[in-house]
């Protein structure tokens, strides 16, 4: 009886008000088709797409409705191609005796290891539309959690942009124009002695502004070639196989990302290894699986480690003990909660307490960061103001006195 809500126990065709009549028979696959599949299986589906499909998939195995009865009606109604082809496939998949778990498996790119392990656990129960909904709720809050990081970053980025563009545009168009009125050549290069005779009597600022304007618009090139060198060794070091725990080793030192990279990690390390702690998985298994779902190359390092240790039948907190990776906090939690076997649980509450600190952590870095953009952009506006208006002022004060 439990199966009835996973797997649809008679394949043959049905009718629905809602869903057009479906035959016994397999479509056959033509070479369009499998072009097609092909195509859909290189993209991937939005988070956003795929925690309404659980959601939705969980409501109605929930109402007593067959699991490929479900995905025929998801597949009728929804409006993204992508996941309109995979939920398809996912029919023809279902309707050849083949479970939920093996139709994500066909696309690794949209659907990760951790919830095609937690749906295997629960899809032989009848807990499965409990934890397809619990499972939305999870990646929901892994995606908040990321969002809320590129979001934060978003904004110092495009302030740095904006200035590098507009200053690019003032050295090389408005500053050279401005300077002819010192009867500054800009068409002469800077050591022709009709130029060095008018930066004799310039400040010194808008000597060091004249210089700076003359290395954008004489050197233009080397910028471009010095960009396309850096494009050209970045993309040849990331085929290296240790570029990415380099990488990583070097953003977990920058002192104020280190922690919210070190926060970020440990909050998804504890929730992934919660949800397959509490779905039947062994814990070496588990941390196998998690080491995959973190996105930093140290850390997954780290945890393979530990779950060699825990196959050697080293305990959790022994082997974390003394790790510079994991805070003594954490380490004293899992210490006194592994002993209770009850460490899904706890480990779901260090998640949640560190996306709270990310939270919080994100706050005060754009507070910090707002003020820093906006001393950096005056500092540069008044050095330019300082440049153009000084020897201005002091023609002035020559002029009036003659």
Known sequence: ??????????????????????TNTVKTVSFIDKLNDFVVSLQTVKTKDKVV?????????????TLLKSVLVLEKQEKNPILKTILWRFSEELRQWKNLSECLELYPSSFSEAEIWIIKSWEKTWLLNQVLNDLSSQIEKVESL???????????????????????????????????????????????????????????STNLLIDMSNLFTSYWFVFIILFI?????????????DWKYIFDNIMLKIPVFWEINKKLVLS???????????????????????????????YKQRILLLSEDISWWIKMWESLDWD??????????????????????????????????????????????????????AVIVWFIALAIMQPIMNLADTVSQS
């Open 53 to 65: 499909f659980y959601r939705l998939l969980s409501t109605m195995t929930n109402a007593w409705m």
């Open 146 to 204: 990321t969002w809320k990081i590129k979001s934060a970053m978003m904004y110092p980025l495009f302030i740095v942009i904006v200035v590098i563009g507009v200053v690019a545009v003032m050295m090389i168009i408005v500053v050279p124009n401005l300077l002819e009125i010192f009867w500054y050549n800009k068409d002469l290069p800077l050591d022709d002695p009709i130029n060095i005779k008018a930066r004799e009597g310039l400040p010194m």
């Open 229 to 241: 060198i850096a494009f050209i060794t970045i993309s040849i070091w990331k085929k290296t196989p």
């Open 268 to 298: 998804k390390f504890s929730r992934v290894f919660s949800w397959l702690s509490s779905s039947w998985v062994s814990v070496v298994e588990s941390l196998k699986i998690t080491s995959a779902a973190v996105w930093n190359e140290v």
């Open 1 to 22: 009886m439990a199966d009835f809500l996973i797997m649809d126990d008679d394949k043959s065709s049905w009718n629905d008000n809602n869903v057009k009549n479906k």
């Open 324 to 377: 510079r990776l994991f805070p003594d906090m954490m380490i004293q939690m899992i210490q006194v909660w592994e002993e209770t076997a009850k460490l899904d649980k706890i480990i779901l509450k260090v998640a949640d307490f560190y996306d709270e600190e990310v939270d919080n952590t994100i706050g005060v870095l754009n507070k910090l960061l707002e003020p820093f953009i906006i001393v950096t952009l």
